[in-house]
């Protein structure tokens, strides 16, 4: 286990289309965050779990947008009908719980829409 | 809400020369501090936090409380220094999600 791993790395996809990206974390981890981030700004927080459970949700955070964590290891974001202004990196952190631990990131999953 | 602003988007120095990058913060709780690197190709990763009161690779970074600021400064800089660097603030309780500023691009010139 070498890090966070995300996949796929880059995506590009026509406006209207449904994408799905999957996030690995360091496999002790039972904290995990979905970040975006889009050009000139810094990472912006989507949501995250707690081993399973979904407990906290960004008001960017959309309902063309759906995050699971289905048993507490990897995690997936959807998004449906994409659009032009999804275009972003998303990033995804995982770290230990308790005591602002460290979050390590993955290498991102680079969204283009069309 | 919470918000973390990094004045320079870029800031370039020569090699040797001292470098501060600025951060302030916008927070009603106790606020925990970090510093995250992002070197070209690489992934996002933790330079330093106040809690810690550590010096890496020459970086230090003080919570000053009265000013709400957290600035990053190094002595002599490196070119291997150049880099995007992201103050962030981590939320009390629940989460502890991430804010982050927008990032200020350093390049340490030859």
């Known amino acids: 286990d070498t890090g966070v791993s995300q996949d796929p790395r880059h995506k590009i996809t026509k406006r209207g289309q449904n994408v799905t990206f999957r996030c690995d974390p360091i496999s002790e981890h039972n904290r995990l965050y979905w970040y975006r981030q889009t050009l000139g700004q810094g990472p912006e927080f989507l949501t995250y779990?707690?081993?399973?459970?979904?407990?906290?949700k960004s008001r960017l955070l959309s309902d063309r947008f759906s995050a699971e964590r289905p048993k507490g290891s990897f995690s997936t974001l959807e998004i449906q009908r994409t659009e032009q202004g999804d275009s972003a990196m998303y990033l995804c952190?995982?770290?230990?719980?308790?005591?602002?631990?460290?979050?390590?990131f993955g290498p991102g999953t680079r969204l283009t829409v069309l | 809400a919470q918000r973390v602003t990094q004045p320079e988007k870029l800031l370039s120095v020569f090699k040797g020369a001292p470098v501060e990058l600025k951060c302030n913060y916008s927070?009603?709780?106790?606020?925990?501090l970090f510093w995250y690197v992002q070197y070209s190709r690489q992934r996002l990763q933790l330079l330093l936090r106040h809690i810690s009161r550590e010096s890496i690779k020459g970086f230090t970074a003080d919570l000053n409380k009265g000013e709400t600021s957290f600035h990053l400064k190094k002595p002599f800089a490196q070119e291997e220094d150049s880099a995007m660097y992201y103050c962030a603030l981590s939320t009390q309780g629940g989460s502890e999600k991430l804010v982050f500023g927008k990032g200020t691009k350093l390049t340490v010139n030859p």
């Open positions: 952190a995982s770290s230990l719980t308790g005591g602002h631990l460290e979050q390590f």
């Open positions: 779990f707690q081993n399973e459970a979904q407990l906290e």
């Open positions: 927070y009603s709780g106790s606020p925990e």
